[in-house]
């Protein structure tokens, strides 16, 4: 998993604070995409964005949770106002292109938990 | 609504046999399949990858097979070692909707010594 980081790996909040998950993808992808894996269960699609735009964001919650990937620096994940059901691993993954035939190529996750 | 299923949660197998992984999925769009290998406490490795247009794909000791025509594909691994314990996941997307993967919910895989 060497070259997709994550950070922090281990985050803790409170419920009703912000979370913010970094991801900085592998050199020379610009294609990210975000998953959360609940425990016992595969990955589900979070959202899908090139640099500074979202291009599929069809797995998010329609509240509380939003993402970007600026020009310059890491794509960020946003929680705000965190609940407890909002426990989970999230993963963050790149690619060089999109398209057909294209594997993602995955960070160590951030995992989450709410107190 | 799973639209790719592994039904074995778990299987073990001893050291040097074959292990043989399957998923089902129930959408006909997708048309591009990958195996994920996934350690605890790290994100999911890429093992392979298979196009609709095929029906076998093999690297080194991993091995895909896909039947369209039952929605089902498999993962064989020959000669099965311990450091193949893991958990497995089935991923599925349609290209023609970018990079959606749709995962199986994984099945986890011992390697008996």
């Known amino acids: 998993n060497a070259g997709v980081m994550q950070n922090p790996r281990h985050l803790v909040r409170r419920r009703g604070q912000e979370a913010r998950l970094r991801c900085s993808p592998m050199?020379?992808?610009?294609?990210v995409y975000w998953y959360r894996q609940l425990p016992e269960e595969g990955l589900k699609f979070m959202v899908y964005?090139?640099?500074?735009?979202?291009?599929?964001e069809s797995g998010m919650p329609k509240e509380r949770f939003s993402a970007e990937f600026p020009k310059e620096g890491p794509s960020i994940l946003r929680i705000q106002q965190v609940v407890r059901g909002d426990s989970a691993a999230y993963f963050c993954?790149?690619?060089?292109?999109?398209?057909?035939?294209?594997?993602?190529?995955f960070g160590d996750g951030t995992r989450l938990s709410i107190l | 609504d799973q639209q790719v299923k592994q039904n074995s949660p778990s299987l073990s197998v001893q050291e040097g046999r074959i292990s043989i992984l399957n998923c089902d999925y129930t959408?006909?769009?997708?048309?591009?399949f990958l195996w994920y290998k996934k350690y605890p406490a790290e994100g999911p490795t890429f093992l392979i990858s298979?196009?609709?247009?095929?029906d076998k794909n093999e690297d080194g000791r991993f091995t895909v097979f896909l039947n369209k025509s039952a929605k089902h594909l498999s993962l064989h691994i020959v000669p099965s070692q311990p450091g193949d314990s893991a958990v497995y996941f089935c991923?599925?997307?349609?290209?023609?909707?970018?990079?959606?993967?749709?995962f199986g919910p994984g099945t986890r895989l011992s390697v008996l010594p």
């Open positions: 993954a790149s690619s060089p292109v999109s398209g057909a035939g294209q594997p993602q190529h």
């Open positions: 050199k020379g992808h610009s294609h």
């Open positions: 964005l090139q640099k500074e735009n979202i291009i599929d």
């Open positions: 959408n006909s769009m997708f048309d591009y």
């Open positions: 298979i196009s609709s247009i095929k």
């Open positions: 991923a599925a997307s349609v290209s023609s909707y970018g990079q959606n993967f749709v």
